[in-house]
Every structure is written in structure tokens, then in C-alpha cells.
């Protein structure tokens, strides 16, 4: 009876043993989540420093004018930077073809920010005339003129504009292989430009 009953318990193994490893293995298909692309569109800027210079000059003027009552001429040499980027909300990953291939659209590079570096800034360089000062209000007028026209600079610096984009790009392309090597998946970037 015994040695039945091992039969049966073989012969029984035996079967599940061979029909479970002869069935076919499906893929199993994973959808690429991108999710995280515009922490990538966000960290690709580029930092551009300036040596600016805010500057300030009124010439003397009514009746005392040859005493220089007036006359106010200010200089204040400093270090701004900018920030060049893409607008990431403005990005677009489309699905991945059969082939492999990834369609983005992306925006041109943009100003992103600016500011001062505030370690850079020393006295300002003041000529002034007889009974004449340079009011904080007018350092501040120089100044904000000044990061204006560093900020209207950087937005006609073409170089700097494309090379932004491109190091966008490489980013993104990088994060999208990468995505893809952790499905098992090849990726190839189309890049298409905003419409």
C-alpha cells in the first residue's frame, strides 16, 4: 500500500514538474512613466554671470548752474546672474512607438530669473556738484535699470539661449534612456520644436 501511495505522489509531482516548466512565458508589457520630467526640465539651466555696472548721471542746471548746483554723477560696478531654462510645463513626451521612438516637443530656452550677487556690490563711485547728493532712490532706479538691461541682454544672447536647450536636451534624453533601461525597454528621442 505504501509504495502506492508513492507512486501516486511521484507520478503526481512528476506532472505538475513538467507541465509548469513547458508553458510558454509571456512579456509582460510596462508602461514608461516620465512623470518626473519636469524636475529634469528644471534642473537643466544654465547660470550666466555679468560684471554690470548701474550708472547715474544728471547735469547741472538752472540759475546756480556754473557752481554745479545739480550736477550728480553715480557708478557702482557689481556681479548679476541669470538663469537660463526651459518653461517645463511647456514640454510634451508623447508615447513610445513599435520602434522605440519618443517624440518630444520642446520649448526655445527663456530667462528664467536674475539677481544680484549681493557680495559683489561695493560703495558706489559719487561725483556730485555744490549742495548735491545722490538719494538712495536714485542707486536704486540705476540699479533695477542695470539688472534690466543684463536681463534684456541675456534674452537676445542667441549662444547662450541655444545652449541652454541643448543642455536641456541632453538631460532629458538621458533621463528617458534611463527610464527605458529600467523596463528593459530602447529609447530613441525625437525632438520636435514648439508649434
Known sequence: ?????????????????????SGKQTKKIVSPDFSSISSVCQLATLKCYYHNVAKAET???????????????????????????????????GEPDTDGKIRIMIPDAQVMSSDVVI????????????????????????????QSDMVESAKNDEAMLKQAKERAQNLIEGYIKNVGELIGEEYTVIWENEK
Open 1 to 21: 500500500m505504501m509504495k502506492k501511495i508513492y507512486k501516486i505522489i511521484f507520478a503526481v509531482t512528476m506532472v505538475i514538474c513538467c507541465t509548469g516548466c
Open 59 to 93: 547735469e547741472a542746471s538752472g540759475f546756480f548752474k556754473w557752481l554745479g548746483v545739480g550736477y550728480k554723477k553715480m557708478w557702482l560696478e557689481y556681479d548679476g546672474t541669470v538663469d537660463l531654462g526651459i518653461d517645463a510645463s511647456k514640454v510634451k513626451v
Open 119 to 146: 557680495e559683489s556690490m561695493g560703495q558706489p563711485l559719487i561725483d556730485t556738484g555744490f549742495m548735491t547728493k545722490v538719494t538712495k532712490e536714485e542707486e536704486t532706479e540705476a540699479l533695477a535699470k542695470a
